[in-house]
């Protein structure tokens, strides 16, 4: 990604994000549910972010593994946060979830962090839509891997962007 595109509106939020302080208070105050369940942000740079999830009382389903939507939870926050990132600054963007599928490939139990490496696309059509005033849709892959690295699950996200 250039670094033209790493504005000083997204470098700080990712200040602000990478507190742990502050990112707690930030879920505490619009992600309720991603506080309860202990979501954690790992690392955010303006290509990927990484957001972990923990196997606890909150986050298991009967079979002693982390419930499904806890984890699609930390999958879509993953690619929500870069959204975040890139919408400050430059003009209001509303931004949407259009789209959700997963494929689940273990069990997840242990922590389970999801990687999102799709920043720059996020990047891009947040621009091409402010540039435009037209709706742009962008697909995020976040993958999940427990502790020994092996894939737990796949999500794929489909963001929409539309400059107000």
């Not at 202990?38 to 389903?61: F, W």
């Not at 931004?95 to 997840?108: I, P, Q, R, S």
């Not at 720059?120 to 690295?149: C, F, H, K, M, P």
């Amino acid at each position: 990604m250039p670094a033209t595109l790493d504005t000083p509106a997204a470098a700080a939020f990712r200040r602000q994000v990478l507190s742990p302080l502050q990112l707690r208070l930030f879920m505490l105050r619009r992600l309720p549910m991603a506080w309860l369940a202990g979501l954690r942000l790992t690392a955010l740079s303006p290509e990927a972010a990484t957001v972990s999830i923990r196997y606890k009382y909150l986050t298991q389903n009967p079979f002693r593994s982390i419930y499904f939507a806890c984890l699609a939870m930390a999958a879509e926050l993953a690619s929500g946060i870069q959204a975040l990132m890139w919408t400050q600054g430059g003009g209001p963007v509303s931004m949407l979830v259009v789209g959700l599928t997963a494929e689940f490939h273990k069990k997840a139990v242990g922590t389970v962090a999801f990687e999102c490496a799709d920043g720059a696309a996020i990047a891009a059509a947040v621009a091409e839509s402010r540039a435009t005033g037209q709706g742009r849709t962008v697909e995020a892959t976040s993958t999940g891997r427990d502790e020994r690295g092996d894939v737990v699950a796949v999500f794929r996200v489909t963001w929409s962007f539309r400059a107000k």
